[in-house]
């Protein structure tokens, strides 16, 4: 029985001296770091800080810096709101931080110059190797033998740090949520091929463009996909504002001069010339006179 | 000049198998692996092919940059002349492969489905430019003397390596003050499964290699030329033993059958047990590594003054009879389209790969043209041609031991996934030579090599990059 006790007791003192020593070690460690704290402090500028909340923290890399948290040093440090974009962070709240003016920018958005569909654009041969569009691209011009058009491998999906962007497995292209892009121009980046072009958002996300990307001759680009661009010229003739122009065999919608006509849209022979966010053909039509009348 | 009369002095199979078995075989140290050999062609003589109608010829035959064309629409043209011009550092010269008429000067899709620069030319006869001879007649008197001047031929004939790489033979030549060259090796190890033109190539034209390296060994400078050849290839060792006998500078030295025997940096290391350094050239080592058929093409320059029109085609595959598998002579320019129907395409042809099967390219346009160095046309059948899924890595280590650069593929594989391209980069993967073996090995068949090479393109972006900001 006082074996037992014995042994007891000295369970408690060893408890009770572990826990002194490692409570006063403790204490002195606080003592010595706060000292230490006191006399090495860095001064950091407090609105680092609050800058780096106001940006999408994703980390995408897009504006140039390393991440979100360099880039609000670097707004901070210089002092100059123009030093880096995002066009995923609240401005103006960073401006009212910095108690700068904010410049106006443009919400923009990333869009597919490819409309090569699995019926558009038949495959011509099967790939089966490394899931990239990195490694498809150095390999050959695509199982759809365009050698502009997308090569449907998600390089732009596993890019994008918002979820904006997905293939969508009927076309096996990429299809943009205009609601959580902000156009980064990760995706942008990504594409071997310059599919993706980072544009103005529009009047109501409405945006004309022209869904085609290849440079080749009408002849031979309409040989590989029904609806490619073919550079007649015809939409350049039609639109009032001379937004489009023909370059290479290619036609490039200016979204800086359109004013979103559609005039372009039922010209164009290939039906190369795509639209977005218009509301149903309905009202299309009282739009359309609208346009002709301030022209 | 094309229906040359074949010599068939060929020995008794089992004579030159006993032949070689007395022979002491060498082969390079560090990994490789054994692919099945399929040398279905190995005894089918080399046919001329007909010639085409209408040939068209890339400019971009080579490693490097473009040829710029030199002819214009409607200019006529004789076989040999010159109609692309080599202008910068890696380059070589094109010459027209067919008589006729310059139809178009403009892009044509190869074998990827690329644009590159062409020129059509639409046949007419076969009239050859007169400063070539066309005659059979082995000349065995070096024609030009001098180092200089045999180079500058060899770049004016447009000669590249033509072992598949098709680097402008003429720089590997041109040494620098402090470099020197004392042993020319010669590469007739062809370890790609059913490729057989250069087996054929030596049986055919021995004597012709044999005074191509004699000139090659002026040009270098170095006293003596060694031929590494694979042991499955007993004919063509006995005729190169038999040969080399009138040639005190040429040696042959027979290697273990093993892939990437023929790889510059392997046979360096098979043969003369030298290690090329990281990111080196074999002069590095004094070496200088050949083609054997790129010394034939060296022998038909300087002693026929003959560019390099025509190539080595060997068609062959799984999933064709094997009486169809044939060695063809063709012009550059013929479309691939005439070649494979020639021999007909069978039913389960499921991928048709140009330049052998380990780093041969599957073709994805058939509307194509043949170029320089094009080796084989391998029709794969259904079952070979589709990739087995890929299975999660079993850290299993077998890519790690066949790597003949003694590299880690999979970690280069995982690297290139997570885009850790300073990883990759220490750990060696701009040295990868892309053989494939480790793909080939891999028992959960995953892409190694894919990955590695977007990693290689990007890591060597980088690197140059960074090489500029310095």
């Known amino acids: 029985m006082r074996c037992i006790i014995s042994r007891r007791n000295m369970a408690t003192t060893t408890i009770i001296y572990a826990a002194l020593t490692v409570g006063v070690t403790g204490m002195v460690a606080a003592v010595i770091l706060y000292f230490v704290s006191k006399v090495f402090y860095v001064e950091e500028d407090p609105r680092i800080d609050l800058v780096q909340d106001c940006l999408p923290n994703a980390n995408c890399g897009g504006c140039g810096f390393a991440g979100c948290r360099a880039m609000a040093e670097a707004i901070v440090t210089t002092n100059d709101l123009n030093v880096a974009y995002c066009p995923g962070s609240d401005l103006e709240k960073i401006a009212e931080i910095m108690s700068l003016n904010a410049v106006a920018h443009e919400p923009q958005v990333s869009v597919v110059r490819c409309n090569g569909t699995c019926e558009n654009a038949p495959a011509r041969s099967f790939y089966d190797s490394a899931l990239t569009c990195a490694f498809a691209n150095t390999l050959f011009a695509g199982e759809k033998a365009c050698p502009y058009g997308c090569l449907g491998c998600g390089d732009c999906v596993s890019a994008c740090q918002f979820d904006a962007i997905k293939i969508d497995p009927a076309t096996h292209l990429p299809v943009v949520d205009d609601g959580l892009c902000v156009g980064c121009k990760a995706c942008a980046n990504a594409c071997p091929r310059n599919v993706i072009e980072i544009r103005d958002k529009g009047k109501n996300g409405r945006r004309v463009f022209v869904a085609c990307h290849n440079n080749e001759k009408g002849a031979v680009a309409k040989k590989h996909c029904a609806v490619a661009c073919i550079g007649c010229g015809k939409c350049a003739r039609v639109c009032p504002f001379e937004a489009i122009t023909i370059d290479n065999s290619l036609a490039y919608i200016d979204y800086k001069k359109c004013k979103a006509c559609r005039k372009c849209v039922d010209e164009c022979p290939s039906g190369a010339i795509l639209t977005a966010n218009f509301p149903p053909k309905k009202a299309v039509v009282v739009e359309k006179e609208e346009v002709v009348a301030e022209a | ?324 598998c044939k060695n063809y002579r063709l012009r550059i320019g013929t479309p691939i389209l005439d070649v494979l129907n020639s021999v007909g395409i069978p039913d389960d042809t499921g991928k048709i790969i140009s330049g052998g099967p380990m780093m041969g390219k599957a073709i994805s346009n058939l509307e194509a043209y043949t170029a320089k160095g094009m080796s084989s046309l391998l029709f794969m059948n259904d079952e070979e041609s589709a990739r087995k899924e890929a299975q999660p890595c079993l850290r299993c280590g077998k890519c790690v031991s066949v790597c003949p650069m003694g590299l880690e593929p999979y970690m280069l594989h995982t690297f290139t996934d997570l885009k850790r391209w300073d990883d990759a980069e220490s750990y060696g993967i701009m040295n990868c030579i892309e053989c494939g073996s480790c793909s080939f090995i891999c028992p959960s068949n995953r892409p190694i090599l894919d990955m590695i090479r977007v990693g290689k393109a990007k890591v060597g972006g980088i690197i140059r990059a960074r090489a500029v900001k310095q």
């Open chain 2, 1 to 324: 000049m094309e229906n040359e009369n074949i010599i068939e002095i060929e020995h008794k199979l089992e004579d030159s198998i006993k032949f070689v078995k007395g022979m002491k075989r060498k082969t390079f140290s560090m990994g490789g692996v054994h692919p099945d050999g399929n040398k279905f062609a190995h005894s089918a003589p080399v046919e001329t092919f007909p010639l085409p109608d209408e040939a068209v010829v890339y400019m971009t035959q080579h490693l490097g940059s473009p040829a710029t064309p030199v002819v214009k629409k409607g200019d006529k043209v004789k076989v040999g002349q010159l109609i692309g011009k080599a202008e910068s550092f890696v380059c070589a010269n094109i010459h027209a492969p067919v008589s006729g008429v310059v139809t178009k000067v403009d892009t044509a899709r190869d074998i990827t489905g690329y644009h590159r620069p062409a020129i059509f030319i639409k046949r007419e006869g076969d009239e050859w430019d007169e400063s070539i001879d066309t005659s059979l007649d082995i000349i065995r008197d070096i024609k030009l003397k001098t180092k200089e001047e045999i180079i500058e031929r060899i770049k004016d004939r447009g000669v590249v390596g033509l072992g598949g790489a098709c680097f402008p033979t003429h720089i590997k030549y041109m040494l620098k003050p402090d470099q020197k060259c004392d042993v020319l090796i010669v590469n007739a190890a062809e370890c790609e499964p059913y490729i057989s033109t250069d087996n054929r190539v030596i049986i055919e034209r021995c004597e012709q290699c044999m005074i191509g390296i004699e000139i090659a060994l002026i040009a270098s400078g170095a006293p003596k030329a060694i031929i590494g050849i694979e042991a499955n290839k007993p004919q063509a060792i006995k005729m190169l033993v038999e040969t080399a006998k009138r040639y005190p500078n040429i040696e042959v030295q027979p290697l273990n059958i093993k892939y990437p025997q023929g790889a510059e940096k392997q046979l360096i290391k098979a043969i003369t047990g030298r290690s090329v350094p990281n990111g080196g050239l074999p002069i590095a080592v004094g070496c200088i590594v050949n083609n054997i058929t790129t010394m034939y093409a060296i022998y038909l320059a300087v002693q026929k003054n003959k560019p390099i029109v025509q190539t080595y085609t060997t068609v062959s595959g799984r999933s064709l009879p094997e009486e169809q």
